[in-house]
């Protein structure tokens, strides 16, 4: 006689949106793709495209070969630079070899480099909070002359700064920080140094904030939150802490079978969210698998409608 198999038990996902890519993402991906189409393959690409080892394989198997700098790409090719942005020193170089190069730097970053741009031109000393070694910082870095911006990580860094002119200062931010974080060090930038300039407009980008403020409409209502990202994602690190912060274990996965059904013995509802580079395609993976062990019912809870897109550079529009 068989034995019918143990009946799975109950587990509520409770999934955030909105989720997964933004626009700017969505862009870069689609600058490799027709790179890919109008060039051929292979198509270099300086950096990951966006931080998110599956569409970096997925690209992989288009055409495209990730390299870390400019020299490691021969001379004929064309070059692609990745959503977060480059040094202006690497598409000067790339001029000088007489590189094609395309640049899938998100706009929203761009609009952080010109901002960056115009404030040392009006003599200020940029501070600029961040993440060291993020390769946004290093780009936006990379938009000034040396020594007119300092980093700033942390509200210690604010509280021990100490400006040559402290009347002569701004801010800016990179775009996938913690919005709680950063209003916090702004708060000790603008105590300090009252005559701070502050940036036009906010510079942590739309995404960013609203993944934030969806995960935490929902981690209060899970008993675990997983946030399907990659670890040197700054964006889906933020998530994992924002949940965290509203007293609910979180932790990051990357793919399905990182899933710890371990950690889920005792979880009843389980918040579900992915970072701007993650696909949704990942996200269904982990729904899926969760089902194989769960009589799963999923609860989709939005805060926000997201209709933003980006235009392509020019020459890689649709026919
Ligand atoms: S997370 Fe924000 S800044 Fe980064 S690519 Fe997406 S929209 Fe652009």
Known sequence: MTQSPAPRPPMTLLIAAPRGFCAGVDRAIIIVERAIEKYGAPVYVRHEIVHNKFVVDSLKAKGAIFVEELDQVPDGVPVVFSAHGVP??????????????????????????????????????????????????????????????????????????????????????QTT???????????????????????????????????????????????????????????????????????????????????????LESVSTLGLTAGASAPEVLVREVVDRIAEHFAVTEEQVE???????????RGLEAA
């Open 177 to 263: 920080l913690s919005v709680d974080d950063t209003a916090a060090i702004v708060a000790t930038l603008q105590r300090r140094f009252p005559s701070i300039i502050a940036p036009k407009g906010e510079d942590i980008c739309y995404a960013t904030s609203n993944r934030q403020t969806a995960v935490k409409a929902i981690a209060g209502r899970c008993d675990a939150v997983y946030v399907i990202g990659a670890p040197n994602s700054s964006n889906s690190l933020r998530l994992v802490e924002v949940a965290e912060r509203e007293g609910t274990p979180a932790r990051l996965i990357q793919r399905a079978d990182e899933i710890d059904f371990a950690w």
């Open 88 to 173: 202006k020193a690497v598409p000067a170089k790339a001029e000088e070899r007489g590189l094609d190069y395309l640049d899938a730097t998100c706009p929203l970053v761009s609009k952080v480099h010109r901002q960056a741009e115009r404030m040392v031109t009006a003599g200020r000393h940029i501070l600029f909070i961040g993440h060291k070694g993020h390769p946004e910082v290093i780009g936006t870095f990379g938009q000034v002359p040396e020594g007119t911006m300092t980093l700033i990580e942390t509200v210690e860094d604010a509280e021990a700064l100490a400006p040559v002119d402290a009347e002569n200062l701004a801010f800016l931010t």
């Open 303 to 313: 805060t926000a409608q997201e209709t933003i897109s980006f235009k392509l550079p």
